[in-house]
């Protein structure tokens, strides 16, 4: 039985029903993990998760993985974020820590202001969902993207990013909804 065997419940238990997963193939070439998607339970939001990305990339305590959530109708927007920062991780061969921003110098998302995302803990489902266990050790850390933009990011490059926390928390931000504007 492998250490990763217990991915797929995990994420089941914590975020909702494995709906499907796109192949590992995308435009004809292996980039050797999948885009998996979730349905929440009891809410109108979608997960989109990275499986296989733990073989790929090196330079962590633990394999990685990614996930985005967003609102069920802006599926399209998480699966693009974190494909294309999937791949980015997988071309340089690296890894992100938490705190740390992975952006781009425009909108990543047409018709959004975000240029990028934050790597997070999740910011609505705790603390035990970020960890993978097998036999009691930490076995596998699972990255949140929560998607912001060039202004929010520049705040967080300049003052960190417990400020920006601050200013989404007293605006009453919803961190799952790409159309946001931005707090910054």
């Not at 993990?33 to 305590?61: E, N």
């Not at 990685?64 to 061969?93: F, K, M, N, P, Y």
């Not at 990255?143 to 933009?149: E, G, H, K, S």
């Given at each position: 039985?492998?250490?990763?065997?217990?991915?797929?419940?995990h994420?089941?238990?914590?975020?909702?029903?494995?709906?499907?997963?796109d192949?590992?193939?995308?435009?004809?070439?292996?980039?050797?993990?999948?885009?998996?998607?979730?349905?929440?339970?009891?809410?109108?939001?979608?997960?989109?998760?990275?499986s296989?990305?733990?073989?790929?990339?090196?330079?962590?305590?633990?394999?990685?993985?990614?996930?985005?959530?967003?609102?069920?109708?802006?599926?399209?927007?998480?699966?693009?974020?974190?494909?294309?920062?999937?791949?980015?991780?997988?071309?340089?061969?690296?890894?992100?820590?938490?705190?740390?921003?992975?952006?781009n110098?425009?909108?990543?998302?047409?018709?959004?202001?975000?240029?990028?995302?934050?790597?997070a803990?999740?910011?609505?489902?705790?603390?035990?969902?970020?960890?993978?266990?097998?036999?009691?050790?930490?076995?596998?850390?699972?990255?949140?993207?929560?998607?912001?933009?060039?202004?929010?990011?520049?705040l967080?490059?300049?003052?960190?990013?417990?400020?920006?926390?601050?200013?989404?928390?007293?605006?009453?931000?919803?961190?799952?909804?790409?159309?946001?504007?931005s707090?910054?």
């Amino acid at each position: 039985m492998s250490r990763f065997s217990g991915f797929p419940a995990h994420v089941e238990a914590h975020i909702g029903r494995v709906r499907g997963a796109d192949s590992s193939t995308a435009s004809g070439r292996e980039r050797g993990y999948h885009l998996v998607y979730c349905d929440h339970r009891d809410s109108p939001h979608v997960s989109v998760l990275t499986s296989g990305l733990r073989m790929r990339t090196a330079g962590a305590p633990l394999p990685q993985e990614l996930v985005c959530t967003v609102r069920a109708d802006q599926e399209r927007q998480a699966r693009h974020l974190t494909g294309v920062i999937a791949e980015l991780l997988t071309e340089s061969r690296s890894r992100v820590g938490y705190g740390a921003l992975i952006m781009n110098d425009r909108a990543l998302l047409p018709g959004t202001e975000i240029a990028g995302a934050l790597a997070a803990p999740h910011p609505h489902l705790g603390d035990e969902f970020d960890v993978l266990l097998h036999e009691g050790s930490p076995v596998l850390q699972i990255i949140t993207l929560v998607p912001i933009t060039r202004n929010e990011a520049q705040l967080v490059a300049r003052y960190g990013s417990d400020v920006l926390y601050d200013r989404w928390e007293e605006q009453h931000t919803d961190l799952l909804d790409v159309h946001r504007p931005s707090v910054a």
